[in-house]
């Protein structure tokens, strides 16, 4: 029997990927342009391990999540601890915030990751077990502008990669006192409905009515059509800081719909939520919002923070609708033929790449149809051939292998040559 990758894992490949956003040329390609906007807006780097103490999701993500409750990769290591594989990065962050110290000196703090999430989820189009997600984390700051640069990196991030439409989806889901009112709201409102309701929405009954917002059973869907807004809720903090952030979303004129059903399936969030949505692809792109005091969880000073996060197989998805990707190889192919022609170019295609020129020896195949074969597999733009009579006369066949034109070039040129071309 063939082994394959797990359910619901993919991997991704140089070429032949199929669907295409498997490329890895796009992956690059994201993660550079995701790399830049960071750097604009002042995120640095932080990566944390791929598993955590199962506690840290217990506490950080929440009980009543379905992420806690349903999707987590838990196991037992050879000491009898409990990991998981880590289904989100906010939670994470926060940890290494607290464990380093580093709230100690001061400011606000301003971090991103890239990087694989696993959710054991039931595999579907645009859900997988492992995925890849960008996030950001500000932690330090409460103004509500704080809120809107987070969702104004996220659409620039889609606009640089061509995503062409992609809608905001706001909502506030108050702070601690706006919670309680609403709460008490909620089961009044939920309690004569308590038998219809999912199994899955009975047990969040009791823990946290909130989560039952977020069910996708119709059922529950149909009972809420009446439920009561958590806007009509909000503590006059909250109703304040939620009006600022639509002033700010005014003020770089982004376009959001304000939908009070948005509430996040994590457990963190409180005042501003929001989801990005892309019509192209049907779902959910991004999401994020505050999520002020998580970090004290985990032992860490009462901190206000926001982030959100978004996920790479989403993104590419909508990306490679659009048209093939392009392999990325080397600037040329060198072709020997002989022996003698094989020490020449072996010696000048380690010259090249000492001056950072990417090249490749054709070592495979002595057949000249063979190699220029291997050549348009890899995605070289050039070839160059050297065989006898080339030899003879100190030159290489330098050829085109987008255009097919070829010309000869005097090897000790070669690079002043390739320098006057600007191909380096
Ligand atoms: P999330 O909404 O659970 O938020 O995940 C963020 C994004 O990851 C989603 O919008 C979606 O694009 C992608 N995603 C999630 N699950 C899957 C899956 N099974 N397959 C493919 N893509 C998926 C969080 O994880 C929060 N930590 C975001 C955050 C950061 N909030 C504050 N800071």
Request: proline share 6%.
């Amino acid at each position: 029997m063939k082994i394959q990758a797990p359910k619901g894992t993919f991997d991704i490949l140089p070429y032949g990927a199929e669907p295409s956003w498997q490329t890895s040329s796009l992956w690059q390609r994201a993660e550079e342009e995701i790399r830049r906007l960071a750097r604009n807006y002042g995120y640095l780097e932080i990566r944390t391990p791929l598993c955590e103490s199962t506690e840290l999701f217990d506490k950080g993500v929440g009980e009543s999540s379905d992420i806690v409750m349903k999707e987590m990769f838990t196991f037992q290591d050879k000491g009898g601890r409990s990991l998981t594989l880590r289904p989100e990065g906010t939670a994470p962050v926060m940890r290494a915030l607290v464990e380093h110290r580093l709230l100690e000196r001061g400011g606000p703090h301003k971090l991103f990751y890239i990087g694989p999430m696993f959710r054991y989820e039931r595999p579907q189009s645009g859900r997988y077990r492992q995925h890849h997600q960008f996030g950001i984390e500000a932690v330090g700051i409460a103004a509500p502008e704080q809120d809107v640069e987070v969702i104004d990196l996220f659409l620039e991030l889609y606009r640089r990669m061509g995503l062409k439409e992609c809608n905001v989806l706001l909502n506030s889901v108050g702070d601690a006192p706006s919670r309680i009112a609403y709460r008490n709201a909620l089961i009044e409102f939920l309690t004569p409905h308590f038998s219809e309701l999912s199994p899955d929405s009975q047990v969040r009954f009791s823990k946290n009515p909130l989560r039952i917002l977020d069910s996708k059973d119709p059922k529950d869907k149909e009972i809420l059509t009446g439920a009561p807004s958590i806007l009509d809720h909000l503590s006059e903090e909250a109703a304040v800081h939620f009006s600022a952030v639509r002033k700010a979303l005014d003020l770089l004129q982004i376009p959001y719909l304000v939908d009070p059903r948005i509430v996040r399936g994590l457990d963190y969030y409180n005042k501003t939520v929001f989801e990005i949505v892309s019509p192209q692809l049907g779902s959910t792109i991004g999401g994020g919002g505050r999520y002020d005091g998580l970090i004290k969880t985990f032992g860490g000073p009462d901190l206000p923070s926001v982030g959100a996060a978004t996920g790479l197989e989403r993104v590419l998805q909508v990306v490679s609708s659009e048209g093939k990707p392009e392999l990325q190889g080397p600037l040329f192919h060198a072709i020997p033929l002989g022996e003698e022609a094989k020490a020449v170019l072996f010696h000048l295609v380690a010259e090249c790449r000492r001056q950072n020129i990417s090249a490749q020896v054709e070592l495979s195949t002595e057949k000249l149809q063979t190699a220029l074969r291997n050549a348009t597999q890899t995605g070289a733009s050039y070839c160059a051939i050297l065989g006898s009579a080339e030899l003879a006369k100190g030159v290489l066949q330098w050829k085109n292998l987008m255009t097919r034109e070829a010309e000869e070039i005097p090897i000790d040129r070669f690079f002043s040559i390739l320098k006057e071309r600007g191909l380096v």
